[in-house]
């Protein structure tokens, strides 16, 4: 006699192979969700992954059209997917199709995954940095929602190609100002001519991480950069990892957050934003204070703290008037600077917090370490 139990698993068994029949037989139309079909994911993988090949494929399509020929390895390839959604779905398996067809690669920095909100047009940039030139591909939104049924070539807006490299954008202010002002990229020129020259100049990986966080590469985060790399140097972690407070907040943070790996969600990281009149009120020996950085002291000790802050260089670029070439320029010059952050990082105050007192201690509600270290003026504060 055959058992309940084993009558159970039969039929258990049985269903389970219908399942995959059904899967196999129909593999877009399975999940059921509140009686309605929702689309598979690995069909939405496919798909999305078939859009990033037509982006790399048009791309060299248009190189091929200029008479180009650009080797796979001079490729850098720039982009917002898996940032970028459409109409709610994923979009990070653009990146694969764009690898494939492009040969570009995360541990070569000739992938670049550029940080931007949800609801950004997905856009890919495909620059070669022997000749110079930039396809840049934009996908319409109205296209891209019809999912399956639409041909993946027709979903981009007609390629965009302009010479990006450094040496004839800076020969050229006037005309690239024009062309930022009728935003030839899609509003993202600023961010792919930056990154774009600096991975061709060889930015190290520190710098691609802190630039793809950011969004683009301006002396700003160059100077975060430089700040985490002189930590490393000079004011090395303890078994803690840092505590990091900002006490005038810019570009840098996304460096630091991305580099140290000190963040609010970890309660690593701490911002103030002071007015002119706070700033007004620090003491001149702490009025270019910018970041308080912590670590823990070996053995359980205490809290020690290096108040910090940026010099900035009088770099050998000329003031053109336009504020991406000035940047531009400058953010090559501090690419070159990265082995000597010393040379900007300036140390204004070492000290070592009460014991039993911790950074987020001096980083609540009222309370101002600036203060707390008498770095203000008597009768004012930050908060
Ligand atoms: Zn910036």
Redesign the pocket.
Known sequence: MKSARGLKKRCLGRVALCGILLWMACPGLWAADGGETTVDPSWEYEWWKRVGEAAAESALGSFEKMGLRPRKADLVVMTNAGYAEVDGRSTQAVLDGLASVTGSSRGRHSLVEVHSAPWAPLWCAVYDRSSGWNVYLELDPSRAAAGKETAVPGLFRPAVMERIDSEHVLAHPSSWDLKIKNKVFGGNEFRILTIANAVAAGAPTAAVRAVEF?D?Y?P??ASGILMAQYLKTHFPPGEGGYFVHAVKPW?KEDALLVLLNATPGKRAYAVDYPTKEDEAGRLPEAAEAATIVYRRQKDGGGWEGRVLAFSWAETPCPKTGSALMDKLCADLWYLKQMEHPERYVKVLKDFRLPDGVSPRDWAGPGVDPLKMLGLMQTGKSEK
């Open positions: 950011h683009h301006c700003g985060v570009c």
